[in-house]
């Protein structure tokens, strides 16, 4: 080695990683390929029908991960309605007034919403 070179090492170890068993089946893998697409529902009943240990959202994992198809719950807001976005409001708004609203998004929902109803009246 020449003067003002230093010499290198690696110090990154490497570690075996250990995998878990999975507690379940390939008759549960099954069941819940058969079952697709799952959805919040059949996860429970999934559950419910493997026994104890094995919850919703356990079951909602494993289709993940298995790849098998998983329909979300879809959002709702507090009062359960659906969730409208700001900026559909505007479009919404800009279609009954026929001109640009530029800007506008920056308004608080509720009172978009105010607009858009009383438009729609």
């Known amino acids: 080695m020449s003067p003002g070179k230093r010499e290198t090492t690696n110090t990154m170890t490497t570690q075996a990683v250990k995998k878990s068993a999975s507690k379940y089946t390939a008759a549960m893998e099954a069941r819940i390929a058969e079952s697709a697409p ?6 429970e009943s999934l559950a419910a029908e ?3 240990g094995f919850t919703g959202k356990s079951v909602i994992a494993k289709t993940i991960r298995m790849g098998v198809a998983y329909e979300r719950k879809q959002a709702t807001t507090k009062a359960g309605g659906k969730i409208e976005k700001k900026e559909d409001l505007v479009a919404e708004i800009g ?3 026929e001109g640009n609203l530029d800007g506008l998004e920056k308004a608080p929902k509720p009172a978009l919403q105010a607009i ?3 438009l729609v009246a």
Do not use: C, E, P, S
């Open 116 to 118: 858009r109803d009383f």
């Open 38 to 43: 799952i959805n919040q529902a059949k996860a």
């Open 50 to 52: 493997f026994g104890a």
């Open 95 to 97: 279609k009954l007034v």
